[in-house]
């Protein structure tokens, strides 16, 4: 197994040679981040996340560096410092450059792992988020809290929707199905909802689980294909639903060994499509076991007891699994070297006998151990690791031994976890642990020895200094301080010795040697640097409370020091009655249940703990005396607690209206949006009414226009036709008042024309006479006379057609006139018959052929004047 430290490096290789990992572990590489300086410290990952296409994943660690890990092109690059923990990570979004991650201070940021800045900002909730579940689109993504659940939209970064819930329930997870726009929400109650989407709306709800089965669900999981859903909590049943039937359809039992269930996730196949098989269940004990959920057989297995997994993830391919450890290191798994022996061929058909060697075999030889379809992996030895124990045992003095380690493998480690999880051990198991954690060796003889001593000078007289009611309590205590003061001389001087064993004494007082031994064992492991100032209280160690405080509380420390108040007040009275004195019953076991089960300093960081939960009495002391009264301060603790549930009462009143009036006021909204939509769908109607009436009033007018047209189209050829007509008619009148007057006309006019031409004649010779006159003046005056010339003759031209053009104009008027009279009649006298229009063909011939001579005759008047 190859191990890398990034130490203070930004980027670099994963790791220097080929990894080849092995079919024990699969481990490809252990990713550790250690500072180098003065002090050097080891930083914790907290959170992993794969990209979309499984070959990178992204870690923070709890000083806010967030790394990137290209396992393909083996390469790690820091790509930002947010400067605190992040608690959620997700790296699928649409643009594969940018990743989101939770922080302490309840925000979401959004990064780019290119460029390193930041593409935005969100903020919204007001606790911890644990969970962010992004769409298979990448377009949206929801955040998840104790409190609430929000819906962001990644292209503008804006808060689509809140999920706001009653205090008392409580939300375990929200989050996205795989390839639909289905949001799944599990809540604490263990009530799932699943909602559309888009528009919110609620689509089914999943029914209870039989109350044989029940749990309380923490942990979920869901198939790439999104059909199967997996619960699990705090037991070793694992629930699966079939949510396209919306039932439970099996549960499966897990080993004994397995107490509560951490984490979920399926197990990617290529050639499953997204119908998951292979679970992978994340335990208390730090192993994360693979199932098949069909066949419920353990294929395969990762992390181990020495080495416990905090979380995990897979990626999309499922090529790799990447788990942070619990000391805070990050290993990367090969799931193709886990499942090596899984996916081996099957054994070939033909087999061969072979002799036997000539060494005989023993019975141990042929014995095997048969599995039922798990996949056996060769583990560390439980004896080589109890006897390194042991070997530690004898060399550092350690109390853990062979003899007193917990039964079923459960040991201080794992009792650890549970106190974690749970706050405080069983009632009914919590003197065996306590017995068990401290190593007790229940010595009757010695402790017998002790006893038949009888009671000690030093204690004869305990009662008139610790007046007890209870006689029986009051014998028991003077024994035990007289065990102990003949065990060790100076306890018969210790001042405060019956303060410290009171509160064991009352809670072992059946059981003397447990509670000598428990009392004798506190003393020696947490309170054995007490008397290096004795008969004075311990120095060095209210210096090492007075140093912590001032580390976290400086103003509470400085108020001390105004006040002239050491920690001889504030921190010793609270060690020397292992604070009895101002813990309830309850308080004060689930207490030493920590400290029985921590490092010896936790009992100081307690005693400043409970300093800083105490400053606001404490700040308002001013005098001396006041500091003494411990009733006092435990009065205002108690007020204090009272003050803060009704607080919290109220806060939930106020959360609970403001729920309502969000609810109200979203209602408003709603109803003002459907107000909106529908005034604007009003407006769209008569819109579009106006816009039809717009287009029938243009209709109606091409109409009009074209009936307009064509009527005036059909006049225009009424017209024209009519017009047609009196020109015939007219034609055929000219022509009969031509042949009428023509005879007339003739002489005249040829007397007239032969006038002119003489006339022309005569002003001919006169302009010849003159004309020989003016050649004689110059060429060119010969030029202009000539025009003259011209312009005189046609200006006699003109003046001859002007005048036969007005005869002609006075005859056809004459006859128009005539014709005028003739229709007057015609239409005063409708009974005749009306005459048939001809065209200008039948016209013309019907014309006498004198007329049409004499029309041509009239054309030429060089002929007529022949």
């Known amino acids: 197994m190859q191990s890398t430290d990034l130490g203070n490096k930004e980027s670099g290789k994963i790791w220097h040679r080929k990894p080849s990992p092995a079919t024990r572990d699969g481990i490809i590489v252990n990713i550790i981040h250690n500072t180098s300086g003065y002090h050097p410290k080891v930083l914790r990952f907290l959170n992993v996340a794969f990209d979309g296409t499984g070959d990178c994943l992204i870690a923070g660690d709890h000083q806010g560096n967030i790394y990137v890990f290209d396992l393909h092109g083996n390469r790690f690059n820091l790509v930002q410092r947010t400067a605190q923990a992040s608690t959620a990570l997700a790296f699928n979004l649409r643009r594969k450059s940018e990743f989101l991650v939770a922080l302490a201070d309840y925000s979401i940021k959004c990064f780019d792992t290119v460029t390193k800045e930041l593409v935005s900002w969100m903020r919204g909730h007001e606790s911890s988020v644990f ?9 949206y993504a929801i955040t998840t809290s104790s409190d609430t659940a929000q819906l962001w939209d990644l292209d503008t970064f804006q808060r689509k929707r809140k999920l706001n819930i009653r205090q008392s329930v409580g939300i375990q997870k929200v989050f996205f199905l795989p390839l639909s726009n289905t949001i799944l929400s599990c809540f604490k109650d263990n009530s799932i909802f699943a909602w559309e989407c888009d528009t919110l709306f609620c689509k089914y709800q999943l029914p209870a689980p039989p109350e044989s089965s029940s749990i309380l669900y923490k942990v979920f999981a869901v198939t790439r294909d999104g059909r199967i859903l997996a619960a699990g909590g705090k037991s070793n049943h694992l629930h699966l639903w079939c949510l396209e039937a919306r039932q439970l359809f099996r549960i499966i039992q897990m080993p004994t060994k397995v107490r509560a269930i951490r984490h979920l996730e399926f197990l990617p196949d290529s050639f499953d499509a997204g119908s998951n098989q292979v679970l992978g269940v994340l335990s208390q004990d ?117 003899k007193n380690e917990l039964p079923d493998g459960l040991n201080k480690k794992r009792l650890q976890i549970l106190l974690k999880g749970y706050g405080e051990y069983p009632t009914k198991y919590r003197m065996f642990i306590w017995r068990s954690l401290l190593q007790l060796p229940e010595n009757h003889t010695a402790f017998s020895t002790l006893i038949d001593k009888g009671t000690h000078v030093a204690f004869l007289n305990l009662q008139k200094k610790y007046p007890i009611k209870s006689r029986k309590l009051l014998r028991v205590l003077q024994r035990t301080l007289s065990a102990l003061a003949h065990w060790s001389v100076i306890f018969s001087d210790t001042p405060y010795l019956p303060l410290l064993a009171f509160p064991f004494v009352k809670l072992f007082q059946n059981n003397q040697l447990i509670c000598f031994e428990v009392i004798a064992t506190l003393i020696i492991n947490w309170c054995q640097h007490w008397f290096e100032y004795f008969p004075n209280p311990p120095i060095n160690i209210l210096s090492m409370i007075e140093n912590v405080l001032a580390f976290h509380d400086e103003e509470l420390l400085q108020h001390f020091i105004d006040h002239d108040i050491t920690s001889q ?135 009009k226009v074209k009936e307009m047209h064509l009527q005036d189209a059909a006049r225009r050829r009424f017209l024209k036709l009519q017009q047609d007509q009196q020109e015939m008619e007219l034609r055929r009148l000219d022509d009969e008042i031509g042949r009428k007057n023509l005879t007339e006309n003739q002489e005249a006019v040829a007397k007239e024309m032969r006038a002119d031409a003489d006339a022309y004649r005569r002003k001919v010779d006169l302009e010849e006479h003159m004309f020989h006159k003016l050649t004689e003046a110059g060429e060119t005056r010969s030029q202009k006379t000539q025009k003259w010339k011209e312009a005189e003759g046609k200006e006699f031209r003109l003046r001859s057609a002007k005048k036969a053009s007005a005869l002609s104009d006075a005859s056809r008027k004459w006859f128009l006139e005539q014709e005028i009279n003739a229709a007057v009649e015609h239409a005063e006298n409708p009974c005749h018959k009306e005459p048939r229009f001809q065209n200008e063909q039948e016209d013309s011939s019907c014309l006498p052929r004198t007329s049409q001579l004499n029309d041509s005759s009239e054309m030429d008047p060089s002929t007529q004047r022949h």
């Open 131 to 139: 969970s962010i579940s992004v769409h298979a689109s990448g377009k």
């Open 569 to 703: 007040l504030y921190a010793w009275p609270l060690l020397e009655t292992v604070f009895s004195e101002v813990l309830t019953r309850e308080e004060w076991l689930k207490l030493f249940d920590n400290i029985f089960s921590n490092h010896p300093s936790f009992l100081l960081m307690t005693v400043v703990a409970y300093n800083i939960c105490s400053r606001t009495p404490l700040l308002s002391c001013n005098l001396k005396d006041d500091f003494e009264e411990r009733e006092r301060i435990r009065n205002d603790e108690l007020d204090y607690l009272r003050e803060r549930q009704t607080v919290e009462d109220m806060q939930a009143k106020v959360d609970q209206q403001r729920v309502e009036d969000e609810a109200w006021y979203q209602k408003q909204e709603l109803l003002r949006k459907a107000e909106e939509t529908r005034r604007e769908m009003l407006l769209q109607e008569e819109e579009k009414m106006i816009q039809q009436r717009q287009r029938l009033a243009a209709v109606k007018r091409e109409l």
């Open 286 to 402: 730090g192993i994360m076991r693979f199932i098949n959920m069909q066949t419920c057989k353990l294929l395969f297995e990762i992390g181990s007891l020495d080495e416990g997994i905090s979380s995990s993830a897979i990626s999309p391919h499922g090529r790799y699994i990447a788990s942070i450890m619990e000391n805070g290191s990050l290993n990367i798994y090969s799931v193709q070297a886990l499942t090596q022996e899984i996916n081996k061929p099957p054994p070939p058909l033909v087999k061969v006998i072979e002799d036997l060697p000539k060494n005989k075999l023993s019975s141990s030889d042929l014995k095997m151990k048969v599995t039922s379809g798990r996949v056996q992996q060769p583990a560390k030895s439980r004896e080589s690791k109890m006897q390194t124990r042991i070997l530690k045992q004898d060399l550092t003095g350690d109390f853990e031994s062979k």
